[in-house]
């Protein structure tokens, strides 16, 4: 449960207890961007643009099985956040091998549609967090705080349309389920994972392993 962080008195010592008192929730976070929204705002009408962003938005079912996880808009990026406790307790898309098959699906789908213009292209960073507690600072929010969402966030630099960019640590839960629930499976987006990639990242003071898929 989110835990409400506001003291009005900047020197109080019972925020240092409440804060020190939290517990992390591991999970898996995601950073899904839709590419050149802002352009088509330049360039077309609201009734043009404002189509394809809802086509769009809709036409991503990893968003309603999820509707709760869902924690932040900005712009047109909205950011995820699934603890293991939920994922767990999901009937389907319910580990982390299941979540990449479906968000690979959804960005192969939008990209191969048949008919033109009716979507925008997206792009996704993915990453499995530890270092995360479920906190906000303005009331009757839901909200993740952490160095692993800002991290997520920074992998975010590496994509581009119609690409997932995900750290080693997600890669290595989702290699974990792969093969020992998915083992025989072929033609799988496991298939198409790219080789290791090693970043020094702003901020981030250790370099950051991460693998790409380009759908």
């Known amino acids: 449960m989110v835990t409400f962080i506001n003291f009005k008195n900047p020197n109080s010592k019972e925020i240092g207890k409440v ?15 839709i ?38 808009g900005i712009g047109d990026e909205i950011m995820l956040y699934i603890p293991d406790e939920d994922l767990k307790a999901k009937s389907t898309y319910n580990d982390y091998f299941a979540l990449l098959e479906e968000i690979y699906a959804t960005i192969d789908n939008i990209k ?15 990453h499995y967090c530890t270092e995360v507690y479920n906190i906000t600072f303005f009331k009757g929010a839901n909200d993740y705080y952490g160095q692993d969402i800002d991290l997520t966030a ?10 997932i960019v ?37 901020g981030v003071p250790e370099p950051t392993e991460f693998r790409m898929i380009d759908v």
Request: glycine share 2%; with cysteine; aromatic share 16%.
């Open 166 to 202: 995900m750290s080693e640590k997600f890669y290595n839960k989702v290699k974990a389920d792969y093969f020992n629930l998915y083992g025989e499976r072929k033609n799988t987006c496991f298939d198409k994972i790219s080789q290791k990639y090693i970043e020094d990242f702003k």
């Open 35 to 72: 590419i050149n929204s802002t352009d088509i705002k330049y360039n077309t009408s609201l009734a043009d643009w404002g189509k394809k962003l809802n086509n769009t938005f809709n036409f991503i079912s990893f968003l309603n099985d999820f509707p709760d996880n869902v924690v932040k």
């Open 154 to 163: 920074r992998l975010m630099s590496k994509a581009k349309a119609n690409r």
């Open 112 to 126: 191969n549609y048949p008919i033109e213009n009716v979507f925008l292209n997206c792009k996704v960073s993915i």
């Open 19 to 33: 804060l020190s008192s939290l517990s992390k929730y591991p999970g898996t976070c995601f950073f899904i961007d």
